[in-house]
């Protein structure tokens, strides 16, 4: 019953931007460390960025400066504002949430994906 549900991907031009989205249902929201991630065809799934529930913060090299994350925990909501998309930053994004460590979480929760793709 445990549900994420990502909205807001699309088609940009470099140099764009678009804002994710991402609803949860089924869990106590403010305990989950709550991150998104993306995977691009051939390539492993990498950490985006990342929002504790106290509002802290951590983000990919790649995306430092030009991605924000954030989240609203009255509303079970978690967002990624993205600017200055580039064509490297193609791929489909996940919602995650989680409690635990990156590498051996206590409990892990996985959206269905949003594609971003940027192309002129």
């Known amino acids: 019953q445990v549900q994420l549900v990502e909205s807001g991907g699309g088609l940009v031009q470099p140099g764009g931007s678009l804002r994710l989205s991402c609803a949860a249902s089924g869990i106590i929201f403010n305990s989950y460390r709550m991150g998104w991630y993306r995977q691009a065809p051939g390539k492993q799934r990498e950490l985006v960025a990342s929002?504790?529930?106290?509002?802290?913060?951590n983000y990919a090299d790649a995306v430092k400066g030009r991605f924000t994350i954030s989240r609203d925990n009255a509303k079970s909501m978690v967002y990624l504002q993205m600017y200055s998309l580039q064509p490297e930053d193609t791929a489909v994004y996940y919602c995650?949430?989680?409690?635990?460590?990156?590498?051996?979480?206590?409990?892990?929760?996985w959206g269905q994906g949003t594609q971003v793709t940027v192309s002129s």
């Open positions: 995650n949430a989680a409690i635990g460590t990156i590498t051996r979480p206590a409990r892990d929760y």
């Open positions: 929002i504790f529930s106290g509002g802290g913060t």
